[in-house]
C-alpha cells in the first residue's frame, strides 16, 4: 500500500478514539499511545511505558496551541509543559493530519486543542507514528522528504 492512502486510513481509524496515555520521553520527545495498552518491560527488566496499539512518538520540536495561540513547545520553559500537556490528556482524537513540504504531523484533539511536530534543525522531521495492529508492524517516518512506510527496521530517527 502507498504510504499516504495508508497513513490516511490509520489516520481515519483513530478519529473519535482517546488518548490511552502520553508520557515524556528523555529530552523533549514526546509519545502518545492510542487504543489498548500493554506492559512492556525496560531492557533492564523494570517496567516501561505502557504501549498503546498505535503511538505517535516526537523526538524534538514541537509545540501544542490552540485557537488563540502558542500554549508551548519543545524549547519553552519546561515549566509550561506539564500543564500544556496535561490539557491534552484524556482527550478525544479529531484528526490526524500530515502538513508541509517536509511532511510534518498535527494531532487535532477536541477543545479546539492540537498537538504538532515542527522540526527546527536540519535533516528531517523527527516523528514516527507505529501501527501495532498490523503484521508486520507499520511504521511511518519521513526520510529524503517523503512519507515513508516501513516494518520497522529502518532507522527512525
Sequence with gaps: MEATAAFESLAASLSGQPISHLWRGYGSAIFFEFGELSPRPRRDGLPANRQGQVSLGVEWSWR???????????WSDE????????????RRIESLTLFGKLP?????MEGPIR???????????????LDRRRDPEHWYT??????RLGDGTEPRF
Excluded: K, N, Y
Excluded at 501544542?64 to 519543545?74: H, K, M, Q, R, Y
Design 64 to 74: 501544542v496551541e490552540d485557537d488563540s495561540g502558542i500554549l508551548c513547545g519543545s
Design 104 to 108: 510534518e504531523v498535527e494531532l487535532a
Design 79 to 90: 515549566a509550561l509543559w506539564d500543564q500544556s500537556l496535561a490539557r491534552l490528556r484524556d
Design 115 to 129: 498537538f504538532l511536530s515542527f522540526s527546527t534543525t536540519d535533516g528531517q522531521p523527527q516523528w514516527h507514528l
Design 142 to 147: 519521513v526520510s529524503e522528504g517523503r512519507l
